[in-house]
């Protein structure tokens, strides 16, 4: 499909389409050379050091940061939209980062692609709420049954941010009844808790902060 793209005239496409093409250290956008890579991330990266995730990575400030924070770490992010992992790509390129990098695929087909135990860590980062219509969240049972038990490392942790009042409660809750994980912290204010010291604020947060809005976070260990 993707070279059928590029290789015929283009009429009302997203231009960031094309640009993928331009970032092949930092994009990785084809289905079948996605999943080749599972139970493989450490030989792409070169080195066997851990691999966190993030599941919508947005316009990449905050994994981008997190890859030049920790160069002892992998980072890869998960990311739709095209101009999102374009502008992620050129911030990463910019910074010459060789930990890191983004994929466009939808967060429930992880399993395709991430083999057994080969996550360390994994972010998600202010998620749509759905509001009236929770059971479409993607913090429920089933992501530490379907997903995170397969591919995380036992002692592995899960990092959840949130604007949403009801979703930091709910899901706190949620925690209560899931097996094999345990919420080692939690606050209400990160920002002025002593976590807020280290923590890399995505563009969402910065938006929900200067409207006054706390951000919430939730630490999870994978127990086995």
Do not use: C
Not at 25 to 32: A, E, G, H
Not at 72 to 96: D, H, P, T, Y
């Amino acid at each position: 499909m993707w070279q059928n793209f590029f290789d015929n005239p283009k009429k009302n496409y997203n231009p960031y389409m094309e640009k993928l093409k331009d970032y092949p250290k930092y994009i990785m956008y084809d289905k079948n050379e996605i999943n080749n890579k599972k139970n493989k991330w450490k030989d792409y990266f070169e080195n066997k050091n851990p691999i966190y995730l993030e599941i919508g990575s947005g316009n990449g400030n905050f994994t981008v940061k997190n890859a030049e924070n920790h160069k002892n770490k992998n980072f890869i992010g998960i990311e739709l939209k095209f101009k999102r992992l374009v502008l992620s790509a050129i911030k990463a390129k910019k910074r010459n980062l060789n930990n890191i990098l983004f994929i466009r695929r939808w967060g429930q087909e992880i399993p395709e692609f991430i083999g057994e135990k080969e996550i360390s860590g994994m972010y998600i980062n202010f998620p749509d709420p759905w509001d009236g219509r929770e059971k479409n969240r993607i913090i429920q049972e089933s992501l530490f049954t379907d997903i995170i038990d397969k591919i995380m490392i036992e002692g592995g942790k899960i990092f959840f941010k949130t604007d949403h009042e009801g979703y930091y409660k709910d899901t706190l809750e949620l925690l209560k009844s899931v097996k094999g994980y345990k919420v080692i912290y939690n606050t209400d204010d990160l920002h002025n808790d002593e976590k807020g010291i280290e923590n890399i604020r995505t563009e969402f947060e910065e938006l929900f902060t200067k409207k006054g809005i706390k951000t919430k976070y939730i630490e999870i260990e994978k127990l086995n």
